[in-house]
C-alpha cells in the first residue's frame, strides 16, 4: 500500500520559489505515476504536473510547464515540485497524489484517476 506525505509549502513573496517534496512509502512507489495537484480556495482542484514511474514521461499544463518543472528520485522515494516566479493566483494547497499505475492517468490534468492522496501543503503568496 503506497503512502504520500507532502511538505515544503509556506508563505512566499510574489516572484520567490519554493521546491515542494512528496515523500512514498511502500516498496510499490517506485513504479507508479505521481502528480501535483492543487486547489485555490472556491475552486476544484486542478492537476499541475505529473510523472511516469522512471521519470522519462512527463506533463504539465502548458501555462505551467515552465514554471512548475516536475521530476523525482526513486532512490529516495521523493517527488519534486520546483515552483518558480510564484504569483498570487498560485496560492492554493498543494496535493501529492499517486496513481495506480506506471503511467500518468488520461484525466490527471482534471485532478482525478489516482489512488492514493496526501493531506496537501499549503502555499501562500503574498503580493
Known amino acids: 500500500q503506497v503512502q504520500v506525505a507532502e511538505s515544503g509549502g509556506g508563505l512566499v513573496q510574489a516572484g520567490e520559489a519554493l521546491t515542494l517534496s512528496c515523500v512514498g512509502s511502500?516498496?510499490?512507489?517506485?513504479?507508479?505515476?505521481v502528480a501535483w495537484v492543487r486547489q485555490a480556495p472556491g475552486k476544484e482542484r486542478d492537476g499541475v504536473a505529473c510523472i511516469s514511474y522512471d521519470g522519462d514521461d512527463k506533463s504539465h499544463i502548458s501555462s505551467l510547464r515552465d514554471r512548475f518543472p516536475i521530476s523525482r528520485d526513486n532512490s529516495k522515494n521523493t517527488v519534486y515540485l520546483r515552483v518558480i516566479g510564484l504569483k498570487a493566483e498560485d496560492t492554493a494547497k498543494y496535493y501529492c497524489a499517486a496513481a495506480a499505475n506506471s503511467f500518468c492517468p488520461g484525466s490527471w490534468f482534471s485532478g482525478t484517476g489516482f489512488q492514493t492522496w496526501g493531506q496537501g501543503t499549503q502555499v501562500t503568496v503574498s503580493s
Open positions: 511502500g516498496l510499490q512507489f517506485a513504479k507508479v505515476a
